[in-house]
């Protein structure tokens, strides 16, 4: 009806709220948190600092650093009922509903929920973070008939997850790498699944609810779940020669090509550019490697005009399936680093809340007759 007000499709391009957390260069692939280059991030950092410096906003000093990692380490463990939940979901179960559901469960586990001041919220808000990797690795191994592995108060957060997942302490190497993924995942500016943590935080609904709905968002595969079928893709490819073939067929079907664009890069997307490095030292330029390389170089030559390049997900895959990792769990790893971004938004977003009510631009008709059923 009223055309008024703009209107972007997906909301492209609208700002929907104001944020120091992250900041992308989407022209020049350029990604920051607080100011600071991902680069530095990935090369000085952890994923326990960068969680921490988006839930303070600024840099967290020495001792904050301590508490935080002990705060972390401490709320690992799950409630046992919560255990015994994730052991009786069926093991077909996608590991994301399995994680959006207990995620929404442990608030009825948690006093916490109930208050509504912001300190209880950030206690949530460490616990959320603490626990994402233990309902993720618990899941897997009740879901394979495995022994779960409690987790190791001696390991960091990207070791432990590795140690509960597979049973048995990673190489500092493998450690470091998805340390690495986690703090190139950890936030993104403003972004579907956090947006809709956002809206739900700012009904005054509580952080086990808006962080439930981010990890719903996350699961549809133009969003969180495009390494899964990236994967899936280059495994159908096969080799490097079948890639020229299998892309310009799908794009000559006008079909999407995994792992490539973004809303807001035009340009290589920074993490993707990080994980490459690792997944070529990890898969030893395996040919499955050989294949993405190929894929990422046609579609450059194809689409590159058209700002359409390699986004996180291209090589995120690689990397997690070169570390053992199941391809249904790169999506709740996303989530396990995500988390951070979550929590921080919405804290940044509640100290100064209004609730979330855009418009829908009607179409229909007005003033129209009701038909009683039998006349239709
Ligand atoms: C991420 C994504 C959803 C962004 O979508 P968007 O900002 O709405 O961009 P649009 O859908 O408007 O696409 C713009 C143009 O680029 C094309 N395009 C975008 N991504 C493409 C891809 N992955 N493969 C082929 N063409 C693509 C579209 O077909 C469209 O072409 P047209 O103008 O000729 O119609 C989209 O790029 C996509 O679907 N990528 C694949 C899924 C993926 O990797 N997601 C993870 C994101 S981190």
Redesign the pocket.
């Known amino acids: 009806m009223t055309e008024k007000y703009p209107f972007s499709k997906?909301l492209?391009g609208v700002p929907a709220a104001e944020t120091v957390l992250s900041f992308i260069n989407g022209q020049e692939g350029k990604l920051y948190y607080l100011g600071i280059p991902i680069e530095e991030w990935a090369e000085h950092s952890t994923f326990e600092e960068v969680a921490l410096a988006l839930l303070l906003r600024r840099l967290p000093k020495k001792d904050e650093m301590k508490m935080f990692n002990a705060a972390l380490r401490s709320a690992r463990e799950l409630p046992p009922e919560v255990i015994d939940f994730i052991l009786d979901l069926p093991p077909d179960t996608h590991p994301m509903a399995a994680l959006r559901t207990v995620v929404s469960l442990l608030e009825a586990y948690d006093y916490d929920a109930k208050l509504e001041d912001l300190e209880a919220k950030f206690r949530i808000s460490v616990r959320l973070i603490a626990k994402f990797p233990t309902i993720v690795a618990y899941f897997d191994r009740a879901r394979k008939g495995l022994e779960l592995i409690p987790p190791d108060p001696t390991l960091g957060h990207a070791a432990n997850f590795l140690y509960m997942l597979k049973g048995e302490r990673p190489s500092d190497y493998e450690a470091r790498v998805m340390d690495i993924a986690l703090i190139l995942h950890a936030d993104h500016g403003m972004n579907a699944s956090t947006f809709t943590a956002m809206v739900i935080a700012s009904t005054l609904s509580d952080m086990y609810s808006a962080i439930t709905g981010g990890v719903a968002a996350l699961k549809g595969p133009?969003?969180g779940g495009?390494n899964e079928r990236v994967l899936k893709m280059l495994k159908e490819i096969g080799s490097p020669e079948n890639a020229e073939k299998y892309i310009l067929d799908k794009?000559a079907k006008?079909e999407?090509?995994?792992?490539?664009?973004?809303?807001v890069y035009k340009a290589y997307d920074p993490r993707a550019r990080i994980l490459k490095k690792f997944a070529e030292e990890l898969t030893k330029r395996s040919e499955f490697y050989q294949t993405a390389v190929k894929v990422e170089e046609i579609m450059i030559r194809e689409?590159g005009a058209?700002g359409?390049f390699p986004?996180?997900?291209f090589y995120s895959g690689l990397v997690y399936n070169a570390l053992g990792i199941d391809t249904d769990l790169f999506t709740p790893i996303f989530a396990i680093a995500r988390v951070a971004g979550w929590t921080a938004h919405v804290l940044e977003y509640l100290e100064d809340n209004r609730i979330f009510r855009p418009r829908a631009i009607y179409k229909g008709e007005i003033d129209k007759k009701y038909i009683p059923i039998d006349e239709r």
């Open positions: 997906g492209a133009l969003h495009a794009l006008k999407r090509i995994m792992g490539f664009g973004h809303r689409k058209k359409i986004n996180v997900d």
